[in-house]
């Protein structure tokens, strides 16, 4: 077993650089030119929305609009961008087309998302509660609760950083308790 697959050492990045090595190459220009037209389409609160419903199941269009509350024509159209994106794909059975996500690839990055806003608002992010971790008296958010659709279990590791974004809900209390750690 290699040092960069041996369980309990530190994940690299492709090409073989490891924590503290200086920047890499940059992914190829098409990559990323690929990356920004996904992320372009994940920009809307309605295909975002179609994408996290679709988190470990297929759904036909019209319970898609349904749960959404929308038209079943507007939600085709965001569906068919999604499609062109490859963030989704469909069966087709007897005359009912039914969408899921391709992978779990698409599937992390929609969990990423969504959990990074959860960061964003909450003391304690519902993906992080119902783990052993008592919530702190008079966190924001800290009703309790599992971590919901798209919770994968796993922590993120001593590295993460919990900035304040603009517009975050009492960022002055945060760096108070952050101050008294």
Do not use: C
């Amino acid at each position: 077993m290699s040092e960069e697959t041996a369980p309990g050492s530190p994940r690299r990045r492709p090409g073989g650089r490891g924590p503290g090595a200086g920047p890499g190459p940059l992914p190829p220009a098409r990559e990323i030119d690929y990356a920004v037209s996904v992320l372009r389409l994940l920009a809307d609160r309605t295909r975002l929305s179609i994408l996290a419903l679709l988190d470990d199941r297929e759904m036909a269009v019209t319970a898609i609009a349904e749960v959404l509350d929308r038209p079943v024509p507007a939600v085709s159209q965001h569906l068919a961008k999604l499609r062109t994106g490859n963030l989704v794909v469909t069966r087709r059975e007897g005359t009912s087309v039914y969408y899921r996500q391709p992978d779990a690839h698409v599937a992390a990055l929609v969990t990423n998302i969504l959990h990074n806003a959860e960061h964003a608002y909450h003391e304690v992010p519902p993906h992080h509660r119902g783990r052993g971790r008592a919530p702190r008296a008079g966190a924001a958010g800290a009703e309790g609760g599992s971590g919901g659709a798209g919770d994968s279990g796993a922590e993120h590791g001593p590295r993460t950083r919990h900035a304040d974004p603009a517009g975050a809900a009492e960022p002055a209390r945060r760096r108070r308790r952050t101050a008294d750690r």
